[in-house]
């Protein structure tokens, strides 16, 4: 979180303009000490590399789809735009979360999104903003949450940013592509018929690329802790996960091409870690134990030293009192 002074920003020498190569690099030093690693923990927030080489030795130029990214807007002195996919609604298990609308932990994921946002304005005078793309509707029927749900959800969100005064946050989903005439079902499938990938295609990438196939573990370990209300037997049941989770995936790179089309000179972020050499950046958004885990998967303890981590709702209770903020419950503080 952005609570403690930035690591030095590597490699990046100070005074240069944003039009030079180097506002590139200022830029993305930015983003470093936040990036989202397979070696992510709660030591430091920041990790220490996962067997690929990165972590606390990252520099900018080790980054060059993301300099390529920002070259042409820094270029023109036009302002940033991140993309980030994610914030698709709170988990349906009721061990992980407080309930169906944004609590605690998105209001701190905001609101570091939005301070990150001031911080590139100082080495980027025309500024920055994170366009969130909300994906709940693009897989809801795969996640098993309704699609009520994810209105409520995306609709609180929405208030939360205003309320809080984010300026430098949009959200974009389903319906600013689609509009409200068209059922959840039929833009789903508009979706996935014009932009989803393959279904062997995918699974070859799974068992070829490690990035893709811990995605896909990962994925896979969400949907079988969420499957909550399932009652056929244990093998039908992990054969069911695996299923959703290809088909999540197949949602997933849909939305990213669409997010493409409609934002084609944004910088991509990714809620989930990024090997160097990927068109995406991973970012982090809060402190966890728990490389996977984000504020609609959990909630969030208050330690007595002010730090916040993001746990499961069952470890969370076990070590603080529930904190309710305007009569819906925000959080936890550890007693």
Request: glycine fraction near 8%.
């Amino acid at each position: 979180m952005l609570t403690s002074p930035a690591r030095p920003r590597p490699g990046v020498p100070a005074g240069h303009p944003t039009g030079h190569p180097a506002g590139c690099a200022a830029v993305l030093a930015e983003l470093l000490p936040y990036r989202r690693t397979l070696n992510s923990g709660h030591k430091d927030g920041n990790g220490d590399g996962d067997g690929d080489g990165y972590g606390d030795m990252d520099t900018p130029d080790a980054f060059p789809a993301q300099l390529r990214q920002l070259a042409a807007p820094i270029a023109a002195g036009a302002p940033l735009v991140f993309t980030l996919p994610g914030f698709p609604c709170k988990s349906p298990h009721p061990a992980k979360v407080l309930g169906h609308l944004p609590d605690e932990g998105e209001r701190l994921a905001l609101r570091f999104l939005d301070a990150l946002c001031a911080r590139i304005e100082a080495v980027h005078p025309p500024g920055a903003r994170v366009v969130i793309c909300s994906d709940g509707h693009v897989f809801s029927d795969l996640i098993h949450v309704p699609d009520r749900d994810i209105d409520a959800y995306a609709d609180a969100l929405r208030a939360l940013i205003h309320d809080e005064g984010l300026t430098r946050l949009d959200v974009f989903d389903l319906r600013q592509v689609y509009g409200q005439r068209l059922s959840h079902d039929a833009k789903r499938a508009l979706v996935h018929d014009r932009y989803a990938p393959a279904l062997e295609d995918l699974r070859s990438l799974t068992r070829s690329d490690e990035p893709t196939r811990r995605l896909y573990q990962g994925i896979t370990r969400f949907l079988t802790e969420d499957s909550v209300s399932f009652t056929g037997t244990r093998s039908a049941w992990q054969r069911d996960c695996r299923r959703r989770a290809y088909g999540v995936m197949q949602r997933s790179r849909a939305w990213g091409e669409l997010i493409g089309e409609h934002h084609p000179d944004a910088v991509r972020l990714s809620i989930h870690p990024q090997p160097r050499g990927s068109a995406k950046f991973g970012i982090r958004l809060l402190d966890a134990p728990d490389v996977w885990m984000t504020p609609w998967h959990s909630c969030v303890l208050e330690h007595r030293d002010g730090r916040r981590e993001l746990l499961h709702r069952a470890d969370a209770e076990r070590l603080g009192r529930l904190v309710f903020r305007q009569g819906r419950p925000s959080h936890f503080v550890a007693d």
